[in-house]
């Protein structure tokens, strides 16, 4: 049985840092590009991150860039994101998700972790 | 503001269909045949429920199907059951600089 699980969600101050981990089960992580998702209290989906399975290339969302950084440890079945800077725009539940399986083409998410809160205020 | 537009909420009544519509652009939805849908009930993770416009994972109701014409998705659900009372969420791949976006969302209600 696939199973993502997130951790490392907490409350923050404006410009501190925080780091999410995601475990992965039940299925060969080397094999899957992977995402974080959030979504803000009461509102909707917002795509944030993505990572190919050899790490070779990583996107973010023009709201994160530059302050967010993904990666991944195959050998532990590990994902993670790094979030500097934050903002009090960025709490959010954040979401792990499976992406596509490494050389597929297209764009959804299969799987999905049940989230970790992050809360950035002072 | 969600790059992608859906309806706030759509209701029906048991045993009716109802359809989501989608818009984006060029860039989006016109462009590739990668559009998804995923519910999502109250305090629960999204689920996925069609990938490729149209297409059904498996174990997902095939009450549920997808479609696209031009710069326009949509989701529809035949035969309403009150379980299906759930938030919607589209979401596409895109050229721009973000790889990808979701809907608004859209809340439905089973009258």
């Keep these: 049985e696939v199973q993502l699980l997130e951790s490392g969600g907490g409350l923050v101050q404006p410009g501190g840092s925080l780091r999410l981990s995601c475990a992965a089960s039940g299925f060969a992580l080397s094999s899957y590009n992977m995402h974080w998702v959030r979504q803000a209290p009461g509102k909707g989906l917002e795509w944030v991150s993505h990572i190919t399975s050899s790490s070779s290339t990583k996107n973010y969302a023009d709201s994160v860039k530059g302050r967010f950084t993904i990666s991944r440890d195959n050998a532990k079945n590990s994902l993670s994101l790094r979030m500097d800077s934050l903002r009090v725009e960025d709490t959010a539940v954040y979401f792990c998700a499976r992406g596509l399986e490494m050389h597929s083409s297209g764009w959804y998410f299969d799987y999905w972790g049940q989230g970790t809160l992050v809360t950035v205020s002072s | ?111």
């Design chain 2, 1 to 111: 503001q969600s790059a992608l537009t859906q309806p706030a909420s759509v209701s029906g009544s048991p045993g009716q269909a109802i359809t989501i519509s989608c818009t984006g652009t060029s860039s989006d939805v016109g462009a590739y045949n990668y559009v998804s849908w995923y519910q999502q009930h109250p305090g629960k993770a999204p689920k996925l429920m069609i990938y490729d416009v149209s297409y059904r994972p498996s174990g997902v109701s095939n009450r549920f199907s997808g479609s696209k014409s031009g710069n326009t998705a949509s989701l529809t659900i035949s035969g309403l059951q009150a379980e299906d009372e759930a938030d919607y969420y589209c979401s596409a791949y895109t050229s721009s600089s973000t790889l990808g976006v979701f809907g608004g969302g859209t809340k439905l209600t089973v009258l």
